[in-house]
């Protein structure tokens, strides 16, 4: 039997006990509203918040840049991985995918007009980054082997050395290099405003092999020795045209940097643009060995193997030999001609803009 004192004093207990409860609950409750918002989501909440990013948001968060944009690619045979592009410059690198029994058409701004191939959508390392929110999309376009040989495209190779602002042109025996500055502003003007697409060289590299269509109308436009008329004459057009040009520097003589964003540094050898022993020029003279050392030495200035353009025209086996040696893929000639499929990569035929050649001797030449 239990005592009245043992009684009441359990009651006492029970009574503490449920004030220490109520006043814990109290002060839980306390802690729990005055704890800040991070710490009141429950742990399984917070990573419900947490979102990974996109292969493209990633590539801008790395970048931490506000005029990267990252260019991604759709449709069959496109890359998975984005690329990063800057919006103040050209395209760089876009790829150029291979499948079996089938030719690369390009890229192109929307599906639409990948599927129409639509010239005047087609983008490439000629054309300016567009980005919204700084992202793109590129789409890309396919055909077959045999519509790419039916389409017989041969691409102008266009060949100017020094510009003037005399209309009757200037006085010696250079002076057929010297092109008037008005007969090359209405050419640049009939390129850029008649759809004539302008292939980087990476892209003329994937024609020549077959694996690269090419649209009907495509032109480089390029510049031998990087006279100062060149600098002071033509590149103003080129920019206000907004057309890609190559210019082939004689980096022994200079090497200033890219005027624009739309002329490309290319090498006319380092200092090889002189008569070797029998008169002819040292391309032709020296060893593949020496002419691969010179191109080294234009290379390192340059900051590219691509291209290079013989000096005087001058070349035979062992110069070509010396500018594989060198890493260059292509060189361009003197003589005159069209780039096709199959066309060597190593002589390259050009059309030579001479003084008195105005508008309509283009258009003869090239459409």
């Given at each position: 039997m239990v005592s009245g004192g043992k009684r009441r004093r359990a009651g006492l207990v029970v009574i503490i006990s449920a004030v220490v409860v109520l006043a814990g609950g109290a002060a839980l409750a306390y802690a729990w509203v005055t704890?800040?918002?991070?710490?009141?989501?429950?742990?399984?909440?917070?990573?419900?918040?947490?979102?990974?990013?996109?292969?493209?948001?990633?590539?801008?968060?790395?970048?931490?840049?506000?005029?990267?944009c990252a260019v991604s690619f759709v449709g069959?045979?496109?890359?998975?991985?984005?690329?990063?592009?800057?919006?103040?410059?050209?395209?760089?690198?876009?790829?150029?995918?291979?499948?079996?029994?089938?030719v690369f058409a390009g890229w192109y701004a929307t599906e639409a007009?990948?599927?129409?191939?639509?010239?005047?959508?087609?983008?490439?390392?000629a054309d300016p980054v567009v980005c919204v929110d700084q992202q793109a999309a590129l789409f890309a376009a396919w055909t077959t082997p045999e519509a790419n040989a039916a389409a017989?495209?041969?691409?102008?190779?266009?060949?100017?050395?020094?510009?003037?602002?005399?209309?009757?042109?200037?006085?010696?025996?250079?002076?057929?290099?010297y092109a008037y500055i008005g007969d090359f502003d209405a050419q640049m003007n009939h390129?850029?405003?008649?759809?004539?697409?302008?292939?980087?060289?990476?892209?003329?590299?994937?024609?020549?092999?077959?694996?690269l269509s090419l649209p009907a109308r495509s032109v480089i436009i390029t510049d031998d020795d990087a006279d100062q008329t060149w600098f002071d004459?033509?590149?103003?057009?080129?920019?206000?045209?907004?057309?890609?040009?190559?210019?082939?520097?004689?980096?022994a003589d200079r090497q200033d940097p890219a005027p624009s964003k739309y002329v490309l540094r290319r090498s006319h050898t380092h200092d090889m643009h002189k008569a070797g022993d029998n008169g002819k020029g040292r391309m032709v003279n020296w060893t593949a060995e020496q002419i691969a050392a010179d191109l080294n030495a234009s290379a390192d200035v340059l900051g590219v193997r691509e291209v290079i353009a013989y000096p005087y025209g001058h070349y035979n086996d062992t110069a070509k030999q010396g500018v594989?040696?060198?890493?260059?893929?292509?060189?361009r000639t003197i003589e005159p001609g069209y780039v096709e499929i199959g066309t060597d990569k190593l002589a390259l035929?050009?059309?030579?803009?001479?003084?008195g050649m105005g508008l309509d001797a283009l258009i003869k030449r090239i459409g």
């Open positions: 704890r800040t918002p991070a710490e009141v989501i429950p742990r399984a909440s917070t990573a419900t918040l947490e979102r990974s990013l996109t292969p493209a948001q990633q590539l801008l968060a790395d970048a931490d840049d506000p005029l990267a069959d045979g496109a890359p998975q991985d984005p690329m990063l592009q800057h919006q103040d410059a050209l395209y760089v690198g876009l790829p150029i995918p291979a499948q079996d029994g089938r007009d990948a599927a129409a191939m639509t010239v005047a959508a087609r983008v490439n390392g017989d495209v041969q691409v102008s190779i266009l060949m100017y050395h020094q510009f003037t602002t005399d209309p009757d042109g200037e006085s010696g025996w250079l002076r057929g290099n390129i850029a405003s008649t759809d004539f697409y302008l292939p980087t060289w990476d892209e003329l590299s994937a024609f020549i092999d077959g694996r004459l033509a590149v103003p057009v080129i920019d206000r045209y907004g057309l890609l040009s190559t210019s082939f520097m004689i980096t594989t040696m060198a890493g260059y893929e292509m060189a035929p050009v059309v030579r803009i001479d003084y």
